[in-house]
């Protein structure tokens, strides 16, 4: 596949085009993750990263004091399923929850960005890693998934007699055979100054609602 990196009015932008990606191996294409180390801040740098689930959150950088084994966060944009009321419960009780918006931002020091996805939100995640998962940098980005994995329960056959059981006993993780065709983009908007804080990350995200036509 190729991907197209280019800046415009101040920003960068992203993108994918679904045609430039070819599968002619053995092993099929699961998922990208752009730019995963875009604006990472090392160990002892302050800041933090937003991210839109619920009413929002800010995940603030601490250095990993020599640890390598921080868990990282997932988050999926929107909802990987049809949402339930049983979800929304679960959510609360876990203190997690799907994006509602397709972005991110982070800050580190005097400097910030702010991470929107433009087309392929639908089937997209991102992973926030603290300093201190694999390497010493607080960093985010998007995956966008082009596959997913699904489990067939097998059927409890009884050895003595050959005949099915009365339930299924294991599950087998199969791999879907079409993968999602969708041309992906995101486009990043840099903030400096007194700009450079979730208030500016949410004012400039405002903006592009306003011009878009979406926001009046």
Not at 15 to 24: K, L, P
């Amino acid at each position: 596949f190729s991907m197209d990196i280019w800046l415009e009015n101040d920003k960068l932008y992203v993108a994918i085009e679904d045609d430039s990606i070819q599968e002619n191996g053995e092993y099929d294409l699961m998922s990208i993750e752009i730019l995963p180390f875009f604006g990472a801040a090392q160990d002892d740098e302050t800041g933090y990263t937003l991210i839109p689930d619920g009413s929002g959150a800010l995940i603030e950088h601490h250095s990993a004091e020599g640890r390598m084994d921080l868990a990282n966060y997932t988050f999926s944009v929107y909802s990987p399923s049809i949402f339930e009321p049983a979800d929304y419960h679960e959510a609360l009780e876990n203190g997690k929850y799907s994006l509602t918006l397709p972005l991110f931002g982070c800050k580190t020091g005097d400097s910030a960005f702010l991470t929107q996805i433009k087309e392929g939100a639908e089937d997209a995640e991102l992973t926030v890693s603290p300093s201190g998962n694999i390497v010493m940098f607080h960093r985010s980005a998007f995956k966008y998934n082009y596959r997913y994995t699904y489990n067939v329960p097998t059927t409890n056959i009884a050895a003595d007699t050959g005949q099915a059981g009365s339930a299924a006993t294991s599950y087998v993780t199969e791999i879907e055979s079409e993968r999602v065709c969708q041309d992906r983009k995101q486009v990043y908007t840099f903030l400096r100054g007194e700009n450079a804080d979730y208030g500016g990350m949410a004012n400039a995200y405002q903006t592009y609602l306003i011009e878009s036509g979406m926001l009046k």
